[in-house]
């Protein structure tokens, strides 16, 4: 052990002199910011007192300054003290410290140590449940951020914990959609991301029973029966995300059914992403009358056929991690348009796109993260790139009733365009993964089309399985 650690002190010396000097000045700038928070926390401190709560805002600028250079224990020591400012000037258990707590999740999170994260997670957690709090919108964000902390231990914390986290979160979504009914009202557009959000996690337990491995203990949905516990067998499992999803979904749809006729496209993309969950949950030919009777309510809702059939003029790679709630807000967002110009006429519009898939972790191949934030930076990250076609048509089955040999939203022919650099037995673990993912098709003038389609796939570069 001595010996290898002798051995690669002079190739750390060496690359740390290779180091670009943009790099080397943002190090000198982060530690003279780091002196200068340090000088002015001490200077607050002489003239305001040890315990005064006007320290909070010097104590914070020091903790980022910390965090910026990974300096974890003194980061958490700062957070400390600043928690116990709080609750000596506001009490033991006030919304002040809340902020604060988050924080010290944070930087728990950041140098590995889900232990004492948990801990302050299952404070903020319990803090909810027993203390009268205000129904507001910043009681929502507080609740995203809790879920969102969850949803990164699902993946990063030890395999025992993981499942306990997405349980969190599950509980942690319901709490928003109690929330925002309240606020905004049980048939309120607002409520829309609420919903959508947990049938994006639903989806995720779904994926965890489906890969097995670790990822099966992130689906920890259990009964009790004579005072034994036992699982939920996996089609029951998949059964009861697949109706849960589907009642959520439906009440989308049915929020937007009871507005006026204005609503017409929001609608319709609602019946859209119920199309969605058939091709997710391999309802294929369900989901292709969704989508031939989605591309007729669109017409009529009034938007012209050349903006609907660019709309779908490309695939998209399941699930979609937002809710649009209109044609035009999908089409500036997803980047359908690319270099493009999408005009107000009638003519038809080319459009070149290239599907992307930036895989959330090991655990959950083939499923983007539920934030939205891909967590490794893209340094990290190894790619490539893949060109697949979709059918036009489902291809029966004789072996069973209701079943397809292949459908309109699983790829085949697929070819390996440039392959992953780091990741051992890439290539062929990715090619195995694509069996897995599930796209809406491309539609013209209303009917699903065979399509040629390249997707760029980004996973952990240091991945091996």
Known sequence: MCKKLYVLVPFLFACSQALPQDRAEDNLAAIAELDRARALLEESEAE????????????????????????????????????QITRINNGLHTPAQLNLIRKRIDNFANRGDWDEAREQMEYLFNYYLRVPILLNETLLNDFSSLADQHIRGATADTEIEQGRHLSRVYQ???????TARK?????????????????QLLYTFKKGRDDGGRARTNANFYYTLDGRTFGWPRITTKNRFYQQ???????????????????????????????????????ADLAVESYESVYSSLLGSGLSQSRINAFFSVPR??????????????????????????????DEVSISHALSLHEWSEDYPTLSSPTGVLGPSSDERDVARFSFELLSENEPTFMYSNRFRQSVGIPVEVEMISGFRGMLAGDEIALDRFDQLRFRPKLVDGEVVRSRNTLVYSIRGDAES
Not at 249 to 270: G, K, N, Q, V, W
Not at 320 to 334: G, T
Request: no cysteine; aromatic share 10%; hydrophobic share 45%.
């Open 48 to 83: 305001l007192g040890r315990y005064s709560q006007e320290l909070i805002e010097p104590i914070e600028q020091l903790v980022n300054r910390l965090m910026a250079l990974n300096q974890f224990e003194d980061a958490d020591t700062m957070l400390d003290r600043a928690v």
């Open 245 to 283: 999803g589907l009642q959520l979904l439906a009440e989308i749809r049915d929020i937007y059914d009871e507005h006026d006729e204005s609503d017409s496209e929001r609608l319709a993309m609602s019946a859209l992403y119920i199309g969605d969950w058939f091709m997710l949950f391999d309802h």
């Open 183 to 199: 606020l905004y009202g049980d048939k309120s557009p607002e409520l829309v991301p609420y919903l959508y959000r947990q049938v």
């Open 172 to 178: 942690l979504n319901w709490a928003m959609i109690s």
């Open 317 to 346: 790679t399941l699930p979609l991690q937002r809710f649009y709630a209109s044609v035009d807000a999908a089409l500036e967002e997803l980047d359908f348009i690319g270099e493009s110009e999408l005009a107000a006429s009638e």
